[in-house]
Every structure is written in structure tokens, then in C-alpha cells.
């Protein structure tokens, strides 16, 4: 998957006629191109180190729950500490994530983003994918769960958002020598 930089100055003109400012978080606070990057650039090291997963299967999880003891007899204690063993051992086990959950998880990790950068981070990786397929109703996360999407695609998503928050976003002006 190549994202061009006609794509990124495509992306540009959606983002300058957007109906509100796409730097600007949920917070209410504007944050640089560079910190949104940065928030990317974090996304998809933790893709590569834990894994993408195209969408979670959430029946997977649900398949050793026969394990689990449905017996009358059995006391609340017992219950608990079989459920507790269960959830401990079978669920959460596989640290893959989706694009959307890895973008949260940057925001909470703390040191490379926060809520305000993920918010941001999202609507640029949408700017993309809108530039990209040129449908104005496109968005990154179902582009991002598509059957025959890839990690490599992820990834070259997120390195385009990261190009294009440094290129376009607040800042950009002082990192690549633009005047206006």
C-alpha cells in the first residue's frame, strides 16, 4: 500500500475545507503536527511489537468457557475462584490489536500521546483514507478491517499520517522551513 504525496496534499485540502479545525482535540486544545506524529509513529511500533489484528473475534474468547463448572453444588467461592482462573488464563491472552485499540492504547500509555493526540491522530488517518479512496464517507478504521487488509497496510498508513501531520500540521512551518 503506497500513500503518495499527492494523496497527503489531497488530504490537506480536506482537512483546510473540514467544518472544524482538525488539529484541535477534544480537550479544546490544539496539539503541533509533530505530537500527533509522534502518537502515529508510537501506534505503529506497538503494532509491530504486539501484533495487528484486523478485528477482534470475539468468539474465540467464549470457546473454553465450557471449561468453566455450571454446577449447582458448587459454592460461591468455588464459582468465583473458576471464573477468576478462567479470565485470568484464557482471556486478554493476545496482546494483537486493532488499529483503533493501538491508537487508545498510545493515548494511555502515557509519554507519546494522550487522548487529544489519538482524537487528532484518527481524523488525519480518515483524511488519508478519504484522499486515498476518494469517497467522502471513507473512514480509516473500516478501511482498516477490510478482508484483505494487511499489517504492511497499517503501517504504511500510519507513516503516511506521521508525513503528513509533520508536513501539514501546527509547526510545520518551524520543522520544514515553510513561510507564509
Excluded at 468455588?78 to 485499540?101: C, H, I, Y
Aim: with cysteine; aromatic share 6%.
Amino acid at each position: 500500500m503506497v500513500f503518495t504525496d499527492e494523496t497527503l496534499r489531497t488530504a490537506a485540502g480536506l482537512a483546510a475545507d473540514s467544518y472544524r479545525p482538525v488539529w484541535t482535540g477534544p480537550s479544546g486544545e490544539e496539539s503541533s503536527g509533530e505530537s500527533v506524529a509522534r502518537h502515529l509513529e508510537a501506534t505503529a511500533a506497538l503494532l509491530d511489537k504486539d501484533g495487528w489484528v484486523r478485528i477482534y473475534d470475539c468468539g474465540k474468547d467464549w470457546t473454553t468457557s465450557a471449561d468453566l463448572a455450571d454446577d449447582d453444588s458448587m459454592t460461591v467461592k468455588a464459582m468465583l475462584k473458576s471464573l477468576l482462573r478462567w479470565v485470568r488464563e484464557d482471556v486478554g491472552n493476545d496482546p494483537q490489536r486493532t488499529l483503533s485499540t493501538a491508537l487508545r492504547h498510545v493515548a494511555e500509555g502515557g509519554g507519546h500521546g494522550d487522548p487529544g493526540t489519538a482524537a487528532i491522530a484518527s481524523d488525519v488517518l480518515d483524511l488519508l483514507i478519504r484522499a486515498h479512496t476518494g469517497s467522502d464517507t471513507a473512514r480509516a478504521t473500516p478501511w482498516s478491517e477490510r478482508l484483505t487488509r494487511t499489517h504492511a497496510d497499517i503501517t504504511a498508513l500510519l507513516t503516511a499520517g506521521a508525513r503528513f501531520a509533520r508536513t501539514y500540521g501546527p509547526g510545520a512551518a518551524e520543522v520544514t522551513g515553510k513561510t507564509d
